[in-house]
């Protein structure tokens, strides 16, 4: 296993290049594949790639807030001591690969941002407290969790089809979650990836004698330095009282959980936005006052340059995809081959396929879903089925998608080559559980 991972290591740090890079080579892609499959012009097609460059904006704003603001919370000082007696506790580097899985997997599972970076931030801290640990191994394996949001709370596509009203609720109903993330097949889904993959991430582990790269000891020397001048600001003026005034904060965080409550009283459905005002005033109250807050926000907006350049070109890729016809032709290839039984199956295969053009995944179904869906109801395959496969193909395929792994590399100061050798064998071991499941799902149920 070890001499795989080396492999795959080697492999990545030769030939991949950064993620902003991998973005524009798969632009270039999409162009040649809408223009040699789909036999669409380049004009046309150029059109279609400016005109829906932007198209993200908003979710990529909705996407910034969430990683910015999930890294306030993640880092809060009620969090950061709870992290802290976490690591205290561990002692050993395959003991420190196996927590920093499980932190990264249950924080995705409860909420997809969260996960993000308190996967990351545990890590980080396990790096620098247990000698011995290998550090592009150990952020890895915090990323690897992330694919358990695919199954959790936060997973879109099935949260999405459960809300009534949702854009496809003509075609398809109503889903609600206990026929997808809360059915039996995905519960023993879920427990079988958080049991297996923190001991996999453990074995890749390089044994006693072999090369291991620990983390730089200075690597937050930048960070604290800024929170020592900070903290020389302490005049006693009026502008400074109200800068660190616990009463401002505590009201303006009361005020945002009322809201909350009463969005609920309201009988509304959680959303986006509203993950976003949760964790802004719930960060606003554990971080105590205003100053505190945005002295902590400026830290976690480092962590979200490359969303913010990157979203846009693949925005770009899924107007070519959905625009030349190109979705609908990798699905049919796979869709003409399936049964009832196994188009939970080719779903899963395809969606992996689609989610390195397309990565987001509510922009994901938008492009896919519909036609999955018609073939499930051609066929007379299970709906619910049908949705789920789609999700887990776009979980998994994110365990080799640049695109999310932005955050964990800018916390971690890491490059991409230097953890995708170890996400590779991730992906692989997730695929072997993610195929089995959707095929017994599938087969048991026709």
Do not use: C
């Not at 807030?65 to 809060?76: D, F, H, N, R, S």
């Not at 990351?120 to 396990?126: D, E, I, S, T």
């Not at 297996?196 to 604290?224: C, F, M, R, S």
């Amino acid at each position: 296993m070890n001499k795989l991972a080396s492999f795959f290591t080697e492999l990545m740090r030769k030939y991949l290049p950064d993620p902003f890079v991998f973005a524009i080579g798969l632009t270039l892609l999409t162009v040649v594949l809408a223009f040699a499959v789909e036999g669409q012009g380049l004009p046309q097609i150029t059109r279609e790639w400016g005109s829906g460059f932007w198209s993200l904006l908003a979710f990529t704003t909705q996407m910034a807030v969430i990683l910015a603001m999930g890294y306030v919370l993640a880092t809060a000082p009620l969090t950061d001591r709870l992290l802290d007696r976490i690591v205290s506790r561990v002692h050993s580097p395959h003991t420190a690969v196996i927590v920093a899985t499980l932190v990264g997997g249950i924080g995705s599972y409860l909420n997809w941002g969260f996960g993000l970076v308190i996967g990351g931030v545990v890590a980080k801290k396990l790096a620098l407290k247990v000698k011995g640990v290998h550090y592009p191994l150990i952020i890895a394996a915090a990323y690897s969790g992330f694919t358990l949001y695919g199954l959790g709370l936060s997973a879109s596509i099935p949260v999405l089809v459960a809300t009534p009203g949702h854009p496809m609720a003509d075609a398809m109903g109503v889903i609600p979650l206990t026929e997808t993330i809360f059915s039996a097949p995905m519960l023993i889904t879920s427990l079988i990836v958080i049991v297996t993959l923190p001991l996999l991430n453990a074995w890749l582990h390089p044994k006693k004698g072999e090369k291991v790269i620990e983390v730089d000891p200075d690597i937050d020397k930048g960070i604290d330095n800024a929170k020592a001048g900070n903290a020389l600001d302490n005049e006693n003026t009026l502008a400074n009282r109200l800068n660190n005034s616990r009463i401002l904060s505590l009201l303006i965080g009361v005020l945002g959980i009322a809201y909350v409550v009463f969005y609920f009283a309201d009988g509304k459905s959680l959303d986006l936005n509203l993950i976003n005002f949760i964790i802004l005033f719930l960060g606003i109250i554990l971080l105590g006052t205003p100053a505190a807050y945005v002295a902590k926000l400026n830290e976690g907006i480092k962590t979200i340059s490359g969303i913010i350049l990157q979203y846009p070109f693949y925005a770009g890729i899924m107007a070519i995809m959905a625009g030349s016809g190109l979705v609908t032709t990798i699905s049919e290839i796979f869709v003409d081959v399936a049964t009832p039984a196994s188009l939970p199956f080719w779903g899963l295969i395809s969606s992996y396929v689609i989610n390195f053009f397309a990565p987001s995944a509510g922009g994901h179904w938008v492009i896919q879903g519909p036609f999955m869906i018609d073939a499930a109801h051609a066929i007379g395959s299970s709906i619910s089925q049908t949705t789920m496969s789609v999700m887990l193909g776009n979980a998994w395929n994110d365990l080799v998608q640049p695109f999310w792994i932005l955050p964990a590399l800018a916390l971690s100061k890491l490059k991409l080559r230097d953890v995708m050798g170890y996400t590779v064998i991730m992906m692989l071991w997730v695929g072997v559980i993610y195929i089995g499941a959707v095929l017994a799902w599938g087969y048991m149920t026709h």
